[in-house]
């Protein structure tokens, strides 16, 4: 068995419900053990078994099921959040204002070029390998760089949290 951080892109915002006991539930019925969620906003840990790909893709075929709703899921390992966190570019001045986006694959360059556009005015941006690096000036609310315009010029999914939650989640998978 192998740890786990898995990421649901945009839950329990805009309408798409998950509540995390459920969500427990059906990860350990889709082969997870050891599930652990935190702040509902579409974290958990969990060991699996199996080939972690094939996972993501059948969690994301069972919450469209379920819920009604289609959405990517990221997993990292811990060692791949602890080098992520690590690997961060920018002076963290807020926790809260710092974050990692997990993209669902490495950007390509023409995707790195078409992204090369977005206004970020005072916010930073940075991608590094499968992670991008986001540091908002006033926050993620109120952010002129927009992370899904972002992750669309980039042609990647993207799911973000702030080095907070990166951190807890590691806390969580030791």
Known sequence: MVTYALFVRAVNVGGA??????FRGMLEELGA?????????GNAVLDLGGEPDDFARSVERELESRYGYRREV???????LRDALAAHPFEVIDERFSYIAMLSAEPSAD???????????????????????????NGA????????TLARRLGVAATARNLRTIGKLIDLSS
């Open 74 to 80: 990221m997993l990292r390992t811990p060692e791949e």
């Open 33 to 41: 053990a050891d599930v652990r969620t935190y702040i509902a906003s």
């Open 111 to 137: 995707g790195l070029a078409a992204a090369s556009g977005v206004r970020a005015s005072d916010d930073l941006w940075q991608v590094i390998g499968r992670e991008l690096h986001l540091r908002y000036t």
């Open 17 to 22: 419900k998950l509540p995390m006991a459920e």
């Open 141 to 148: 609310g109120k952010a002129e760089l927009n992370q899904e």
